[in-house]
């Protein structure tokens, strides 16, 4: 701990000197972040609250279980975790910045804020691929007018809800509609060629069905659709205050490049930015709690 | 005043010496990281052998593993235990509102759940045992 030399008696509020012995702009940020903290505390409770009102809500390590380039490997919690080491390292980084900061040392800075920069887009990258993953990535779920169709996860589209008996998957295929059938069956064997799409399109209902009840397919139920409306709304609102800290951290970096903090005698805007940078790293530890690890 | 660039800071606030702090925070966090993606596998892979109770009880114990953490960026890394009392209380004191906002809404959520399983009371709740069976089925792939 600092032992920061402030005099027996000293009079805080008789004006003259700061009460909270810190600049109106770090005070400041300090409030915003508050705010913002009852910002993102509001929709996680929304989202807990749903969550709990509901009998069917996804299992996060049945949805989040993929890793670039592993293909169909089963991987729960992987790829979080690589994004959470990236986003507690990039806060090191961060804080290593304040620290060259408050050393008076340019080059140091730089480097501590470049590395940060990296970091953040190194987050959001995995960000990217999370998001393009869940909106792409096709399951056979029971749609509610009784038939089945591939859908994706998106704000209107929930494939993970309980899985789906045998019996009730065979009487759910009788009443898919050709163009369904298909999608479900071209799902079946992707990565195979288009072509063999178009060989689908030319079988019939009945054959369709055969196929696809002799594939094995797995089926489940469409999950509550909030699901997707709150994973994207609340991810996507915590990806934009990485992005934000990105470009911030840009400007920081651009700032010290030129010399500015050194023209002013200190690094203060760099704390400032620090301060923006680490509530980013809080709120995705409480994100990584609460969408992926209860 | 003459002496300080900028007059508004009293004195000027001196963070510890060393990066040694700043690495031993990271070690930690990373540890407790691991520790909560250890419970978080153990809850997975046991999922269907665990009863109510151990499984809320393993999420209470993540979920206090990460106030943990949060505990230690705001206070390290973001430098709130360096700074004057006062000025921590104005910033944590309204944060205990969410002790009850959470505590208030999961409730509601649950209320909401129970009178939707049992038609607001009219009929016994059947959902558990409906459950239950479908999750054990044999042969599924993950």
Same mark, same amino acid.
């Given at each position: ?294 | ?58 999420? =209470?114990?993540?979920? @206090?593993?990460? $106030? ?8 390290? %890394?973001?430098?709130? !235990? #360096?700074?004057?009392?006062?000025? =921590?209380?104005?910033? @944590?004191?309204? $944060? ?8 208030? %809404?999961?409730?509601? !959520? #649950? ?32």
């Amino acid at each position: 701990m600092s032992t920061t030399a402030i005099p027996a008696g000293t009079k805080w509020w008789n004006g003259g000197r700061s009460p909270f012995n810190s600049s109106y702009g770090k005070v400041m940020m300090w409030y915003f972040l508050m705010s913002d903290a009852f910002t993102f505390g509001a929709f996680l409770i929304s989202y807990g609250t749903i969550r709990f009102s509901v009998n069917n809500w996804a299992d996060p390590n049945h949805v989040f279980n993929s890793f670039p380039f592993a293909g169909h490997a089963n991987l729960p919690l992987a790829f979080v975790s690589l994004m959470t080491f990236i986003l507690i390292f990039s806060s090191v980084t961060m804080v290593l910045a304040v620290h060259e900061g408050h050393n008076m040392n340019r080059k140091g800075v730089e480097k501590y804020m470049l590395l940060t920069i990296i970091g953040g887009i190194a987050f959001l990258s995995c960000q990217a691929w999370e998001w393009t993953h869940l909106l792409t990535g096709e399951h056979v779920a029971l749609l509610s007018n009784g038939t089945l169709d591939a859908i994706p996860t998106t704000v209107k589209a929930n494939p993970w809800g309980h899985d789906l008996a045998n019996a009730e998957m065979l009487a759910a295929l009788q009443k898919t509609p050709h163009d369904q059938l298909v999608k479900i069956a071209a799902s079946l064997h992707h990565g195979a060629e288009a072509a063999t799409h178009t060989n689908y399109e030319a079988l019939s209902n009945a054959d369709l069905v055969n196929q696809i009840s002799a594939s094995g397919l797995h089926a489940t139920h469409s999950g509550p659709i909030a699901f997707g409306g709150y994973f994207f709304g609340i991810t996507g609102f915590h990806g934009f205050h990485v992005f934000s800290g990105v470009v911030i951290n840009c400007i920081m970096y651009i700032k010290t490049k030129i010399g500015h903090f050194e023209q002013r005698g200190h690094y203060e805007m760099i704390e400032k930015a620090g301060l923006y940078w680490h509530f980013v790293d809080l709120v995705w530890v409480f994100v990584f709690l609460c969408f992926y690890l209860i | 005043m003459s002496t300080h660039t900028n007059s508004e800071i009293s004195f000027p606030a001196e963070h510890s010496g060393g990066t040694k702090r700043i690495w031993k925070i990271f070690w930690v966090l990373s540890f407790l990281t691991l520790i909560e993606l250890a419970l978080g596998y153990f809850l997975y892979a046991k999922h269907p052998d665990l009863s109510h109770t151990s499984i809320l009880a393993t999420k =209470i114990v993540i979920g @206090v593993l990460t $106030l943990l953490k949060a505990y230690y960026i705001v206070s390290v %890394f973001m430098h709130l !235990g #360096d700074e004057v009392r006062n000025m =921590i209380m104005t910033i @944590v004191v309204p $944060l205990a509102l969410f002790v009850w906002f959470i505590i208030a %809404f999961l409730w509601d !959520g #649950d209320s909401w759940k129970n009178l939707r399983n049992t038609n607001a009371g009219s009929k016994p709740d059947t959902h558990e045992q409906q459950v239950v069976p479908a999750a054990k089925e044999p042969g599924q792939k993950d």
